[in-house]
Nanobody, 125 residues
Framework: QVQLVESGGGLVHAGGSLRLSCAAS????????LGWFRQPPGKEREFVAA????????YYADSVKGRFTISRDNAKNTGYLQMNSLKSEDTALYYCAVDQIFYKLRRTVDSYDYWGQGTQVTVSS
């Protein structure tokens, strides 16, 4: 089992940047794929980005491609989501999650085994 804690959310103006962190404890972090999801107000949770256990491969939703970067530091048991050129439509509760199939890049909520509690990102226009 693994526990996840997100941090780094906040209020930012459109065009600004934030970096989210996902601190993991428990089982070896590199044995999990990592995903970021978000849930805008009144909407369903949606995929943002994923990275394999080694960090060698990444995958992004079209809506964030070119603006967001997912990464991980397995030595620190931490994953990251760098968000640049933020837009009002990026406003959401952001979650990190881990997938025991560490070598795949998956975008569905039910593919992920453990979730954090979320961190709020609000982008003002």
């Amino acid at each position: 089992q693994v526990q996840l804690v997100e941090s780094g959310g906040g209020l930012v103006h459109a065009g600004g940047s934030l970096r989210l962190s996902c601190a993991a404890s428990g089982r070896t972090f590199s044995t999990y794929g990592l995903g970021w999801f978000r849930q805008p107000p009144g909407k369903e949770r949606e995929f943002v980005a994923a990275i394999t256990g080694s960090g060698a491969n990444t995958y992004y939703a079209d809506s964030v491609k070119g603006r967001f970067t997912i990464s991980r530091d397995n030595a620190k048991n931490t994953g990251y989501l760098q968000m640049n050129s933020l837009k009002s439509e990026d406003t959401a509760l952001y979650y990190c999650a881990v997938d025991q199939i560490f070598y795949k890049l998956r975008r569905t909520v039910d593919s992920y085994d453990y979730w954090g509690q979320g961190t709020q990102v609000t982008v003002s226009s």
